[in-house]
């Protein structure tokens, strides 16, 4: 355990003025909580460093691997160091790293084995990423496919909604989404199913899942555009009542993954 005294001990700059600070093109990610940076510390990600208030020094002494630092400071200069109030007592430092490949998605044992994946074209809001990822993780989705336009997986609130299933779950952040979705279609034999606002499209309750089936689900505004629609093989909805137009895209996406893993 290596004692923090001051704001301007370098080996804490990971962490200093996270309120203002994105993390987004940075080499890190910051854990929130004992729950989350335990998560880390059994992820596949390496992580760089844990800094703790006192009360949380003994617990973290024992599963902290060797050769991660641990860091240990009084509770008022750890939320100095933050910058914003915080009361979970832990943090950690992972680092950002690309653990799979489309085909580490897809794949699978073959083309003749069964496979669930997600595909988010240009999922913008953290709560609701942070939802899909939980979701997914807990209904044993094989994985999840973003676009070049989605928001950080890594971000402090995605990893804090859900509940450090973005670092148990296989995904791949693609820098050419159209390409990568042609893939899955022609190399994968992946069927695409849109989940849309649509009164004409297959009810989700009546939908018969094909062996080897991605979920798209759109933007939170938008839907799923134009583009995305053309290659979808099929569309499926889930009928609204009582004059409700439609779910949240986090709820929505659990629905659909729930029926798409019966």
């Known amino acids: 355990m290596l004692r923090i005294q001051s704001l301007d001990d370098p080996r804490v700059a990971a962490y200093r003025s996270l309120r203002d600070r994105t993390l987004r093109g940075e080499s890190i990610f910051v854990t929130e909580g004992s729950v989350l940076t335990k998560r880390l510390l059994e992820s596949p990600y390496q992580a760089e460093s844990v800094f703790v208030s006192d009360e949380y020094a003994d617990e973290f002494s024992r599963v902290v691997p060797s050769g991660v630092p641990l860091f240990v400071a009084q509770e008022s200069l750890l939320l100095e160091i ?15 790293s690309r653990l799979y490949t489309l085909g580490d998605l ?7 084995t069964p496979l669930r994946l997600v595909v988010c074209p240009e999922i913008t ?9 939980r979701a997914a993780a807990g209904l044993g989705v094989h994985g999840i496919l973003l676009g070049e336009r989605c928001c950080d997986p890594f971000s402090r609130r995605c990893l804090r909604v859900s509940m450090g299933a973005v670092l148990a779950m296989r995904f791949v952040k693609s820098t050419d989404l159209l390409a990568d979705v042609r893939q899955l279609k022609d190399r ?33 505004s938008a839907g799923i555009r134009d583009q995305w629609l053309a290659l979808c093989d099929r569309r499926i909805t889930i009928p609204m009542h009582g004059g409700t137009d439609s779910l949240n895209l986090g709820v929505a996406a659990g629905i659909v993954m729930y029926e798409m893993m019966q």
């Open 82 to 96: 933050v910058g914003f109030p915080f009361h979970r007592g832990a943090l950690g430092a992972g680092r950002r």
């Open 106 to 112: 897809a794949a699978g044992e073959g083309p003749s």
């Open 125 to 133: 809001k953290p709560e609701n990423m942070g939802l899909i990822f």
């Open 188 to 220: 994968w034999q992946v069927e695409l199913l849109a989940a849309v606002l649509d009164d004409s499209a297959e009810r989700l309750a009546e939908v018969r899942w094909p062996g080897r089936a991605a979920a798209i689900f759109g933007n939170e």
